[in-house]
Every structure is written in structure tokens, then in C-alpha cells.
């Protein structure tokens, strides 16, 4: 039987007892004597643990813990003649201490189940035999074979066979994602059908899963403030209560004489004086918030960062990698008539290049034209091809050229074609806006929040796309330090979250109060300096993230303010002796001890609720 | 040298936080955290004397969470 059973066996016995011995003493008449002896048979019963805790912890010198309190305020209560209190607020104890266990064990399977991604083995094969083996077994370029609902156990690439994947547990998109032979895929997700042949680009320590594992387990230990109040407050609040306990036993007595009356009020004090709702509650709702966050592919690398997110009003992105895909593409080629030529051109000259604009080009248009390419660094490039010399590059290349321009106004990047010395046309190269930039933007701009795009992009650029995502300010042209001192002037008016990407942000990253980074294209440098990071780099996650971490701060909130109140309301009615009046008036205190301790547990589990709201 | 220990059976996060105090007092220990929720020690220690850290902590643990082991 598990202990758990076995206590709840015994509170239920001692409870039968408990109610038997009431209805005996109220209706049969016994001698006094035996009265006392059949209660203090049962409080035994169910206090006998805590009696031995509480003397083996106080010849240990732990005084003032949960043991030792209950023990003195029951036999107190015993030496007052409340041997009925004393037998409830010991079984009210260890039933509330029960629930408790409950409780937290509750809690702590629904997070193992949100962080139920770690695989568990991988299958290999060795000399034409499949061989079951552990993922920390599998080094750096062995082959492992992964089935149809297997978990991938190592990040690799697909060397044979493709898939569907369910990447849900590592980004929270509940899309499937296809894989074939050459794409890199990632430890944790799951096969949904077929089957693959992967190499191993990593090490088990250094794969995602073991990572996000490491990150989520650990954040903990990055106390958020709420935190360190409980720590401070539980430090002072128990040896108060108890001071204020001795001194409302022993001071009013000495001028009214009535010691039962004021011993009793001073049990109560002895009740109410454990911190263990706060103590338990808090990091619980902190922890139920991370693990929330994780499984919708936001990770949080610690409970202050949570708060702070909570908090943030001013989110300052980076524009691209960011808000934008990152990748140029052609956007508009003039003459709009002409289009095929200008792109099949352009392409000659781009096709050996693999600058971003030069692959924008060719994805564009492939030719299978050679050609003899020059580059002109800063300028573009010169094609020598069998029909005549090609000019692609921007405006200065073709004035050197002698070619004649017409006025045209630039934003985006434009790249200009001549041929043979005459202008043919222009190409205009852009950097897509992702899909849900502008839902996330307009979501924060809804829950109060100012957006700002920091950009090292030309001012006419950076103003295009601010006008599409809507943001409420925007400042362009800048170097990295610039993008510093902008958050820090941002700071002064707000708490400010950074969103970047790139390694040049990772000073941003680590000055703002929060820096959140894009997993899955960012630099290892970016994901390293951040607090938080978005798995599947999408803007909108920032908004779910931010609304699980409101949540969290409101159970916490609730919990810490709800505790507080209810046993402050026990310390005065006691004191002013308004539960004097109430028949079981102990009993109010203890519940007001497991009770409130219980409901704070059972509201921190709220926040390990994933969902749609 | 960083390892991670499981800890068995405990219930009460403010005993984890007076066990966590108590080790971290013991000479030679760099770091030490434990986790209520995941019921995780993490000791960082030098590897030459992590079998005798480990015994003390166990006795620790025994001292303020009777019914509470150490998986070591």
C-alpha cells in the first residue's frame, strides 16, 4: 500500500472513532477520567507522528516547525478541557496534509506529462541487426532508423526515406511538417507515418530535447521577485506570529486573570503561523507557467522572466529575421511587359553569385546562358555572354557606364539592367513580411502595449514596412550600438522587451528587461543572450507567451494576497476574541492553515492549463 | 563536476529549501539546487569529493525530512 493509502486508511479509521467517542460522551455517562483517556487514545492514534517529529526535530534544534507547533496548540487545547478540538484540529491536520500531497503529486504529473518529450530509445543497427539502444549511446555521425510513432531521439539529418512529423512538442505547431532526404530534423518530434534513416549531427547532451529539458528544469532556480518575497516573508513571518503567540498567552492574563481564555487565542496565533501555502503555492504556479509556455514552443529560461513579460508594455522587434522571413525576393521587375528579359538579364549576370539579392534573382529566373562575370565591388556586375556585354547593379554602375536612367523612386532594394549600353529595366527586391507579424502586432497594440521596429534598413524601407505591420514607431538606419541606446531610452518610459535574431542583437538581447530570441533561424549567439525563446519564430507566440505569463502573476497574485488576508483575518478575530464565540473556533484556524494552503495549491495548477481562451 | 540527483518522497517544499540550505553550507560545495516540482538536486561539486558530499547530504536530508532518500 502506498503511504498515501495508508494514510488515508488510518484518518478514516480515527475518524469512525473520532464521531463514535463524540455520540459516547454525549450520550452515556462516563466518569471523567475515561472520557479524557478515549480522546487522548485517538488523538494518539492520529498525532503520533507528528508528536515524535516534533520532540525528535526540537532535540535536533529545528524549533518552530509544522511538528512542533501542532503539538503544543493540542495539548494546550488538551489542558484547557477542549480534548474534542484537540482530536479535530489534529485530524483536520493531517487530512489537510494529505489533500496536500495530493495536490502537489497531482501537479507534479501534469508538468512531467507537459515535459514528457525526452525519448527514451533509439534504434540503430548494427552488423544488418535493428539494436534497441539509449539516445546518450549514439555519437556524431552514427545512423539511427526512426518508425511511424517513434520519437526522433537525436537532432540529424535525413540521409534516406521521408515523412510526416509532428513537431508539436519542440514549437507547438500543430501542423505536420514533411522531411525528405537532406532536411534536418530535430530530436523530440514524432514520426507520423513511413520511417526515415537519420545521422546523428549531435550529441545527446547537446540535442534540443535534452536542452529544452535542462532549460524548463532549471528555470526555477531563476527566482522571480514574487519569489524572493515568499522567501523573505516566510523567514520572519512564522518566528513573528509565534512571539506575538507567547505574548498574547501570557500578557493579557496577568492583569484579567483568565489564562483558558487567552491560551486558547494564543493556539490559534500557533495555527496560522506556518507559511506553507505561500512556500508551496508560488514556485508551483511559476513552474505550471514555464511548463505551459514550453509546450506551446515558447521557452522560458526562468520565473523572472515570466513576471517581467507579464509586466512588459513597450516591445521593441528587430525588423529582419524577425518580423520579416529574412529572405529576399522579387517583388516587381519594370517594364512590367518585360518582365521575362529583364529577370533572364539579370540572371546571366547574378547566376555564379549567391548573395542574397543574386538568390532572390535566380529563384526568380534560371538561365542557362554563360557567361564571363565581373564584379564591381559596391557597384554590381559585368556579363560578357555571346549576345554582348550586361550591366546589373544599382544606379551608380550604370551612370560609370554612360548608360542613360530614368527617375524612378527607390524603397526597397532596386536592382538595374542594361544591355549593350542601353537601360532595359529594373528589378525591385524585398524581404517578405511573415504571415503573422501583423496579428501579433495588432494583438499588442490591443492589450495596451507600444511596438517599436528597430532596423538597420534605409529610412524609406523601414517606413514601408511599418506602415503595413502598423507599429506604433519605428527608427531606421541603425548599428547595433544604436539599437542599444534606443532601448535604453525605451526603458525609461516602460519595461521593454527586445525580439531579435541576428548575432548583432545579442547585446540588445541582453540589455533589455526581457530578450526574446527566434529559435529556430537564430544565431546560437541570439538564443544564448535570451530570456525567452520562440521555437517555431513566429511574432504571435510572443502574445500567447504573454498571456500565459498575466495569467501566472494573477494565480500567484491571488494566492500570495488570499493567504495573507485570510490568516491576518484569523490573527485579529482571534486576538479581539470574536472566535471565542464560535463553538469550534480552533477549528476555523486550522482551516484556515490547510485549507487556504490546499486552494492555493489546486489555483496554482491553473496555470499549467494549456488552451485556447 | 555538476550532477543531478533524484530525490524521493519530498513532500514539503520549505524542508527542500532548508535542505538546500544546509548543503550548500558544506565545505566544498559550489552550487546546489533543489527543484520542489521536479523533486531534483543539482550538486556542483569537485568530482573528488562528491561520494563524501553526497553522504552528508544524505544525512541531511535525513535530519529535516525523515522519510525523504536520496537516488544517488
Redesign the interface.
Known sequence: MSRNAKSLLRIIIVLVAYVVAIVLSLTVEMHPVVEIALFVAIYLAIGYDILYNAILHTIRGNLFDENFLMTIATIGAFFIGEHIDAVAVMLLYQIGELFQKYAVAKGRKNIAELMDIRPEVATMVVDGQEVEVHPSEIAIGDIFIVKAGDKIPLDGIVIDGSCNVDTRAITGESLPKWVGVGTNVVSGCILLDGSLKVQATCDYDNSTVAKILDLVENATAHKAPAEHFITKFSRYYTPIVVILAVLVGVVPPLFDGAWAMWLRRAMMFLFVSCPCALVISVPMGFFGGIAASSKMGVLVKGSNYLETLAKANIFAFDKTGTLTKGNFVVTDVWPQQNRQEVLELASICEQYSNHPIATAINNACKTDTRAIVTEIAGLGLVAEYVGGTILCGNEQLLANYNVELPQIEQTFTTVFVAKNGKFVGYITIADEIKQDSNVAIAQLAKAGCTTVMLTGDGQAVAQKVANQLQVTNYHAELLPQDKVEIVTKLKQSGTVAFVGDGINDAPVLAMADVGIAMGAMGSDVAVESADIVLMKDNPTAIVTAKKIAKKTMNIVKQNIVFSIAVKVAVLILSAVGILDKIAFGLIVAILADVGVCVLAILNSLRAMVVGKK | MKKVIQMI?L????CA?KIEQAIAKLEGVNSV?I??????L?LDCDESIYASIVEQAKKICK??E??CTLKA
Not at chain 2, 513532500?11 to 520549505?14: F, G, T
Not at chain 2, 527543484?35 to 531534483?40: A, G, H
Open positions: 518522497d513532500d514539503c517544499a520549505h529549501s539546487t527543484s520542489f516540482m521536479t523533486q531534483k543539482t535530519k529535516i525523515p522519510h
